[in-house]
């Protein structure tokens, strides 16, 4: 079935680093822009960034840019995001997410979250 | 920072209807459809409304979403115990060069 599975959430120092993975089933992986979404504990939902299907356009929300980098490797049907300079702010579930333009552009379906915890 | 404005909580009885806010700006909401998501306690949120009024496919017609200019809004007919959870609206933003954006979030109890 259609899925999307993270990993490689744990807890780091503030200022460390940490790469996220994403591993996409189910479908032609390469067909979909995809992005990266989190959730702090108890907050709403905070859009990270965003790749699109051939890897040639990334973009970044203000609050990750300069520290986050989101790649992806279709042959390998995943997507990455590795994560610098870490801050306590940076805590929450991190979620990967398929865009889908036949839907104007929605979040169509969503792995399960990767917890990062950020604290010394 | 959410740039979409919800109300922070609704509720009703099973049967009523509820109905949920999203007020945006002409960057977001007044330029690009709205896509709403329900996320279940302790579970990834799930696209549940998307192109403003559309459904995917195994989304109960209870759900209905319509925008005016630069708000919209989410309406459950016939609430039922299981649509308690969180519900975002959210947008692309195109004074943000390729940002999306959330809504501050809404908690549906049912009573």
């Known amino acids: 079935q259609v899925q999307l599975v993270e990993s490689g959430g744990g807890l780091v120092k503030p200022g460390g680093s940490l790469r996220l993975s994403c591993a996409a089933s189910?479908?032609?992986?390469?067909?979909?822009?995809m992005s990266w979404i989190r959730q702090a504990p108890g907050k709403g939902l905070e859009w990270v960034s965003y790749?699109?299907?051939?890897?040639?356009?990334?973009y970044y929300a203000d609050s990750v840019k300069g520290r986050f980098t989101i790649s992806r490797d279709n042959a390998k049907n995943s997507l990455y995001l590795q994560m610098n300079s870490l801050r306590a702010e940076d805590t929450a579930v991190y979620y990967c997410?398929?865009?889908?333009?036949?839907?104007?552009?929605?979040?169509?379906?969503w792995g399960q979250g990767t917890m990062v915890t950020v604290s010394s | 920072q959410s740039v979409l404005t919800q109300p922070p909580s609704a509720s009703g009885t099973p049967g009523q209807r509820v109905t949920i806010s999203c007020s945006g700006s002409?960057?977001?909401?007044?330029?690009?459809?709205v896509n709403w998501y329900q996320q279940l306690p302790g579970t990834a949120p799930k696209l549940l409304i998307y192109?403003?009024?559309q459904r995917p496919s195994g989304v109960p017609d209870r759900f209905s979403g319509s925008k005016s200019g630069t708000s919209a809004s989410l309406a459950i007919s016939g609430l039922q115990s299981e649509d308690e959870a969180d519900y975002y609206c959210?947008?692309?933003?195109?004074?943000?060069?390729?940002?999306?954006?959330f809504g501050t979030g809404t908690k549906v109890t049912v009573l």
């Open positions: 959210a947008a692309w933003d195109d004074s943000l060069n390729g940002h999306y954006v």
């Open positions: 189910g479908f032609t992986f390469s067909d979909y822009y």
């Open positions: 997410a398929r865009g889908v333009a036949a839907a104007d552009d929605a979040f169509d379906i």
């Open positions: 790749i699109s299907s051939s890897g040639s356009t990334i």
């Open positions: 192109s403003n009024n």
């Open positions: 002409s960057s977001n909401i007044g330029s690009n459809t």
